[in-house]
């Protein structure tokens, strides 16, 4: 829906989920977690690219960016926060719009997700266990200079 015609309570709901569920669980864990300890918040490429007609979704995604800059402020050197902006993933999230979009452009599922993948660099959709690799890192050891950062984890989606 476009925000002319948007219902603000519904952009409420996006907050309450996407940003506001993250503040809490960082308010929650921080005070309890270990020097040295780390905390990666999930994300989506829309921050930094508005899908149209998705304008409470991004910018409640833009608004967990600011969160993990935030907090990496508020929280080191204790803490580490970063992020990571996932594109496309396969999985039930992607599976449940597949249906209506391919509808929509004149295509089968299986078309519209070779499609997908096609317009990617590594031309497949990234899989939960190819996204999970990026969180460890910036989980572990090997990450202990980066703070306050967000890891594009697409696919190769924005260089296309």
């Given at each position: 829906m476009?925000?002319?015609?948007a219902?603000?309570?519904?952009?409420?709901q996006?907050?309450?989920?996407?940003?506001?569920?993250?503040?809490?669980?960082v308010?929650?864990g921080?005070?309890?977690m270990?020097?040295?300890?780390s905390?990666?918040?999930v994300?989506?490429?829309?921050a930094?690219?508005?899908?149209?007609?998705?304008?409470a979704?991004?910018?409640?995604?833009?608004?967990?960016?600011?969160?993990?800059?935030?907090?990496a402020?508020?929280?080191?050197p204790?803490?580490?926060?970063?992020?990571?902006?996932?594109?496309?993933v396969?999985g039930?999230?992607?599976?449940?719009?597949?249906?209506?979009?391919?509808?929509?452009?004149?295509?089968?599922?299986e078309?519209?997700?070779?499609?997908?993948?096609?317009d990617?660099p590594?031309?497949?959709?990234?899989?939960?266990?190819?996204c999970?690799g990026?969180?460890?890192?910036?989980?572990?050891?090997?990450?202990?200079?980066?703070?306050?950062?967000?890891?594009?984890v697409?696919g190769?989606?924005?260089?296309?």
């Amino acid at each position: 829906m476009r925000l002319a015609e948007a219902d603000p309570q519904v952009w409420q709901q996006v907050f309450e989920v996407n940003f506001f569920g993250a503040m809490h669980l960082v308010q929650a864990g921080a005070p309890v977690m270990s020097p040295g300890s780390s905390i990666v918040l999930v994300n989506s490429g829309a921050a930094l690219r508005n899908p149209p007609t998705m304008g409470a979704y991004a910018a409640s995604k833009a608004a967990l960016a600011g969160l993990v800059r935030t907090a990496a402020l508020e929280l080191g050197p204790k803490v580490r926060v970063n992020g990571v902006y996932l594109g496309p993933v396969t999985g039930e999230s992607l599976d449940a719009g597949a249906a209506a979009t391919a509808a929509a452009q004149g295509v089968s599922v299986e078309e519209f997700f070779r499609q997908r993948a096609a317009d990617l660099p590594i031309r497949h959709i990234p899989t939960p266990e190819e996204c999970a690799g990026p969180v460890l890192f910036l989980s572990s050891h090997l990450a202990a200079a980066v703070t306050g950062q967000h890891l594009a984890v697409n696919g190769g989606q924005w260089v296309t």
